[in-house]
């Protein structure tokens, strides 16, 4: 379904769809970080895609609870452009021969993912604040300020050592 097809006729249903949207997307990053997180070589970065990994499996039950609340099915609709993040992250990956680099190639690509993220999560809660279900929005809440705090740590680690040692 694309976003201007007819089956999005109110607020409500692009709401549903963009529910359904970044549930895909969370179920696809709960796959992803442990790859990730197996890939880095900065003790840290491992230690933020593992941890990460605990909050996101905590986003998924998260966002069902907000299905439950609205009266919907909890249900996934693909997400091309996570797909499209993860498959470019693991394609610029497998290029990058030196660790050091490759650190910081992880942390740009798991940015990629938080911004997208962050973007939807954001949306989400203006939108159900406007459907009246503040009750949706307090959840969908929590699980934004999680992600730009995560955000928010890749890029002090990455100020603050990742880049200047691939850099140097």
Same mark, same amino acid.
């Given at each position: 379904?694309?976003?201007?097809?007819?089956?999005?006729?109110?607020?409500?249903?692009?709401?549903?769809?963009?529910?359904?949207?970044?549930?895909?997307?969370?179920?696809?990053?709960?796959?992803?970080?442990?790859?990730? %997180?197996? &890939? /880095?070589? @900065?003790?840290?970065?491992?230690? =933020?895609?593992?941890?990460?990994?605990? !909050? *996101?499996?905590?986003? +998924?039950?998260?966002?069902?609870?907000?299905?439950?609340?609205?009266?919907? %099915?909890? &249900? /996934?609709? @693909?997400?091309?452009?996570?797909? =499209?993040?993860?498959?470019?992250?693991? !394609? *610029?990956?497998?290029? +990058?021969?030196?660790?050091?680099?490759?650190?910081?190639?992880?942390?740009? %690509?798991?940015? /990629?993912?938080?911004?997208?993220?962050?973007?939807?999560?954001?949306?989400?809660?203006?939108?159900?604040?406007?459907?009246?279900?503040?009750?949706?929005?307090?959840?969908?809440?929590?699980?934004?300020?999680?992600?730009?705090?995560?955000?928010?740590?890749?890029?002090?680690?990455?100020?603050?050592?990742?880049?200047?040692?691939?850099?140097?």
């Amino acid at each position: 379904m694309g976003l201007f097809t007819k089956d999005i006729k109110t607020m409500n249903d692009l709401f549903v769809h963009q529910l359904q949207d970044i549930y895909y997307a969370e179920q696809q990053l709960t796959k992803a970080l442990p790859k990730m %997180a197996s &890939k /880095a070589t @900065d003790p840290q970065l491992k230690q =933020g895609f593992l941890t990460h990994l605990e !909050e *996101t499996k905590q986003h +998924v039950t998260r966002l069902e609870e907000v299905f439950k609340m609205h009266g919907v %099915a909890v &249900k /996934a609709v @693909d997400c091309p452009a996570i797909d =499209g993040i993860i498959e470019e992250a693991d !394609e *610029t990956v497998g290029e +990058v021969a030196d660790k050091a680099v490759l650190d910081a190639a992880l942390i740009n %690509a798991a940015q /990629a993912a938080e911004h997208y993220e962050i973007v939807r999560y954001g949306s989400l809660i203006a939108w159900a604040k406007q459907l009246g279900r503040n009750d949706c929005a307090s959840v969908l809440a929590k699980t934004l300020e999680e992600e730009k705090a995560t955000d928010k740590k890749l890029t002090t680690l990455a100020e603050s050592k990742v880049n200047l040692r691939a850099a140097s």
